[in-house]
């Protein structure tokens, strides 16, 4: 009976061990997005959670490319996890694009930080000049900017020269992630901001860890140690430099946004209705052809190339159009997109074309092509609720 037990745990423990991963023998293998500002942020939690689960890093460098326009898609991500690195730290997560579509594994967050209205401290500006304001392309900051009132857009190709148009007096303010703002101070300590928060939607973002699809085991393994190190202090302790304070938290003094504190672009100014009292609009399929070609010069950046959401929400399936009674009419979405879309020309597109990027998004969301148009007019009218249905 003792011989069985000792061969029961030898086996208990065999399997155990063969849930995890195996590493080489320069430990787990750890990379980070190229040009993040939270860069060593990033290298200091993953040092010490792994530490905490009781393994090794090693970083790689230069394993993620820079990507496209559209940025990294998550197929390279699992060529990255496939063949150079066994996580990635510092990859960002929120409510409107967290990623699920991309089938990796996340962890618990590390830090959860904002995106900032900044302005410098000692400035004072000229009641004539025009309001300025800079944001990253193809960023949350241009989602959100783009939704400020009787502003001039100042698109930065990072997020440091971003900050550095205000500091130079190119822009009079700045939509920034604040760990952007972190470490820009750390390079120009004498330049002194303020800030403000900016009460949008697309502010709040989360830093965490992911992982391949197969690599639960350790995933729940750092899970484990993000929680001991939260309940002991530790990681509140790495991270406080880099979370928005509490004071700009709240601060009152925010421009105003038109898609407000708690709610998606999608529902800025759309009233709801009831599924049972309207007809299906019409459109054909060479609209819808033409409409997937304008999506993806134009939308596919920030919405990602198969509408699964990157900087902004995802535009196909129930996140985006909820299969009940009550959901967002076409016309209002289409009122919302021809106003404020895409984010760095808003309501710049022909109403036609506006016509036909809707024409694609009620067909990939399961919506079936006919032989008439839908005009500009027909889909502003359209009171349908837009419910995802099975594909056609």
């Given at each position: 009976m003792k011989h069985h037990s000792i061969q029961l745990a030898c086996a208990a423990m065999a399997a155990t061990l063969a849930a995890l991963p195996a590493f080489s023998h320069a430990g787990v293998r750890v990379c980070t997005f190229p040009g993040s500002p939270s860069t060593a942020l990033d290298h200091s939690v993953a040092k010490a959670v792994f530490k905490t689960a009781g393994l090794d890093v090693s970083f790689v460098r230069e394993a993620?490319?820079?990507?496209?326009?559209?940025?990294?898609?998550?197929?390279?991500?699992?060529?990255?996890?496939?063949?150079?690195?066994?996580?990635?730290?510092?990859?960002?997560?929120?409510?409107?694009?967290?990623?699920?579509?991309?089938?990796?594994?996340?962890?618990?967050s590390y830090l959860r930080s904002g995106y900032v209205s900044v302005g410098l401290r000692d400035r004072r500006a000229q009641s004539d000049a025009p309001d300025i304001v800079a944001a990253t392309y193809a960023s949350p900051a241009q989602l959100i900017a783009v939704q400020q009132r009787d502003v001039e857009l100042d698109l930065e190709n990072t997020s440091e020269s971003t900050v550095d148009a205000v500091a130079n007096g190119r822009a009079r303010?700045?939509?920034?992630?604040?760990?952007?703002?972190?470490?820009?101070?750390?390079?120009?300590?004498?330049?002194?901001?303020?800030?403000?928060?900016?009460?949008?939607?697309?502010?709040?973002?989360?830093?965490?860890?992911?992982f391949a699809p197969e690599a639960a085991p350790l995933q729940k393994r750092i899970d484990r140690a993000i929680a001991t190190m939260s309940a002991d202090g530790r990681l509140a302790t790495l991270t406080k430099d880099w979370a928005l304070p509490a004071d700009e938290k709240t601060a009152q003094t925010t421009p105003a946004y038109l898609d407000g504190p708690s709610r998606g672009a999608a529902d800025a100014h759309i009233v709801r209705v009831d599924a049972s009292t309207t007809a299906?609009?019409?459109?054909?399929?060479?609209?819808?052809?033409?409409?997937?070609?304008?999506?993806?010069?134009?939308?596919?950046?920030?919405?990602?190339?198969?509408?699964?959401?990157?900087?902004?929400p995802a535009l196909r399936g129930p996140s985006f159009a909820p299969a009940s009674a009550k959901a967002h009419p076409i016309g209002a979405?289409?009122?919302?997109?021809?106003?404020?879309?895409?984010?760095?020309?808003p309501g710049k597109m022909r109403d036609q074309d506006y016509a036909d990027i809707m024409a694609f998004l009620l067909h990939s969301n399961g919506y079936g092509a006919s032989t008439a148009k839908l005009t500009a007019d027909a889909a502003r009218a359209s009171t349908t609720p837009l419910a995802a249905r099975t594909a056609q």
């Open positions: 993620i490319g820079e990507g496209d326009d559209d940025g990294v898609s998550p197929k390279e991500l699992h060529k990255v996890l496939a063949k150079h690195c066994d996580v990635i730290a510092g990859f960002p997560r929120s409510s409107v694009a967290d990623g699920s579509d991309s089938k990796l594994r996340f962890s618990a303010r700045a939509i920034v992630w604040y760990p952007a703002l972190v470490a820009y101070r750390g390079k120009h300590p004498q330049t002194r901001f303020v800030t403000a928060s900016t009460r949008s939607a697309y502010a709040d973002w989360s830093l965490v860890f992911a299906d609009p019409a459109f054909s399929q060479a609209q819808v052809a033409h409409g997937k070609t304008l999506y993806a010069s134009s939308c596919a950046k920030c919405h990602g190339p198969d509408l699964q959401g990157i900087t902004a979405i289409f009122q919302y997109m021809a106003s404020n879309m895409p984010a760095d020309k």
